[in-house]
Nanobody, 124 residues
Framework: QVQLVESGGGLVQAGDSLTLTCSAS????????MGWFRQVPGKERELVAA????????RYADSVQGRFSISRPNAGTVVILQMDNLKVEDTAVYYC?????????????????WGQGTQVTVSS
């Protein structure tokens, strides 16, 4: 059964902005750390951004630092990824994921619940 659903992907030009939304199906997700990951063909999934259940701590991949921002309003079940100044190399399928472990982590292995993904394509 679907528990996390991503939306907001699309085709944009380099320099544009895009907002991705992750919606959880159950209120229990407001007690989990959340993350956004991305994957391109032939490569492993990589962390884009992560946020604690409180929303007070954020972590970002070096490649998106200063351009992307993760948030979870009211420490709730919706997690937002605001992407500004998009680059061609940001093109990927973006996945929302949940970490049910009480210790905040940015490790891929720590996230065990995943959405279906949303495609982001950045053209030059």
């Amino acid at each position: 059964q679907v528990q996390l659903v991503e939306s907001g992907g699309g085709l944009v030009q380099a320099g544009d902005s895009l907002t991705l939304t992750c919606s959880a199906s159950d209120v229990s997700f407001n007690g989990y750390g959340m993350g956004w990951f991305r994957q391109v063909p032939g490569k492993e999934r990589e962390l884009v951004a992560a946020i604690t259940r409180s929303g007070r701590t954020e972590r970002y991949a070096d490649s998106v630092q200063g351009r992307f921002s993760i948030s979870r309003p009211n420490a709730g079940t919706v997690v937002i990824l605001q992407m500004d100044n998009l680059k061609v190399e940001d093109t990927a399928v973006y996945y929302c994921a949940a970490d049910r472990d009480p210790i905040f982590s940015t490790r891929l292995e720590a996230f065990d619940t995943w959405g279906q993904g949303t495609q982001v394509t950045v053209s030059s």
